[in-house]
């Protein structure tokens, strides 16, 4: 049970301790066993009204996250910026006001804006989750995908992990390398020079600037798409190049650990940052396990915030 007046949100991972994430680890992973029984549902948030506010388009988070909440016997109210008055020019702080003046259990909330999650946070009462904000955070994904590593490699402590392609504009790279550091993994990033973050978010994370020199020893693989809609055309490298030089193709994958795992947190562009057979070979691939994923982790984090 929550004891602390003050809502808890789930915004940055930075907040959680790693035994705090180690815990959650282990909640996830016990409704991801629950969730084996055909129709499950608990009644543990029943009563509870949660807003959805996509700012940002989405097909796996937003998803999940009902059917989360859904698997968690809460409800939904999906607000949609589209139709709100937000179109008749209403600012983002009174359109927030608003909502939480109706009393929601609980804010999820997608936004392009650097940090709009822990903005809102400080004008509702409510819990708020961090659905993804900008570049900067994405830490239910960054739950997911530990859970996916702690499935496959049956720990997390002293793996190695590359984080490989468009670093700089990946907010799921921003939450995996401090999750995934805080855990005790060793952490890569492979891309290009242009795609480096200037400042990386977590000591101790190797960059190189080729997966040739990157790959070998990995345990696993996780592959990011190039984030255009966060880039000057200028900057967007055109698609046969980029994979010439970066995309993940079978004699790349032949050079970290023969039982390396690949990954990736979707939308996926094959032939661009993955070769088109890759995400498709059970025997390396785990992308929809990710997926499936995204509902217990998410349970975990409704759970924790929201209990
Ligand atoms: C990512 C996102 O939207 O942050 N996808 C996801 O949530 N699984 C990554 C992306 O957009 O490339």
């Not at 996250?65 to 709100?84: H, P, Q």
């Not at 390398?177 to 200037?198: C, D, Q, T, Y």
């Not at 993940?248 to 050079?255: E, I």
Request: proline share 6%; hydrophobic share 40%; net charge neutral.
């Amino acid at each position: 049970m929550n004891t602390t007046s003050a809502p808890r949100h789930f915004n940055n991972i930075s907040d959680f301790s790693s035994a705090e994430l180690d815990a959650l680890l282990d909640r996830a992973q016990y409704w991801h066993d629950a969730l084996k029984t055909p129709g499950f549902k608990s009644d543990l948030l029943v009563g509870k009204i949660l807003f959805t506010l996509f700012f940002e388009n989405s097909t796996r988070t937003r998803t999940s996250f009902e059917l989360a909440a859904k698997r968690l016997g809460a409800e939904i109210v999906n607000w949609d910026v589209k139709t709100s008055s937000m179109t008749k020019d209403e600012s983002f702080l009174d359109t927030i006001q608003t909502l939480g003046a109706m009393s929601p259990d609980g804010i999820i909330i997608r936004h392009s804006e650097y940090n709009a999650p822990n903005f809102v946070a400080g004008h509702v009462a409510c819990p708020v989750v961090n659905a993804g904000d900008s570049y900067r955070a994405h830490p239910s994904q960054a739950l997911l995908d530990a859970l996916t590593i702690r499935q496959c490699k049956g720990r997390l402590q002293g793996l190695t992990v590359a984080i490989c392609g468009d670093v700089a504009h990946s907010r799921v790279a921003g939450s995996n390398f401090v999750f995934l550091s805080k855990m005790g993994v060793n952490v890569r990033l492979i891309a290009p020079n242009f795609l480096i973050p200037e400042k990386l978010p977590a000591p101790d994370i190797q960059t190189f600037t080729s997966l040739e020199e990157g790959l070998p020893g990995c345990d696993v693989i996780m592959m990011l798409r190039i984030q255009k809609e966060r880039m000057q055309a200028s900057q967007i490298p055109d698609d046969l190049t980029y994979f010439r030089d970066y995309g993940l193709t079978r004699a790349r994958l032949a050079l970290a650990k023969p039982d390396a795992i690949v990954m990736h947190p979707g939308p996926m562009n094959r032939g661009v940052e993955i070769d088109y057979d890759i995400p498709d070979d059970p025997q390396v691939s785990v992308i929809l396990k990710q997926v499936a994923n995204g509902v217990p982790a998410r349970m975990a984090i409704l759970e924790k915030t929201l209990t």
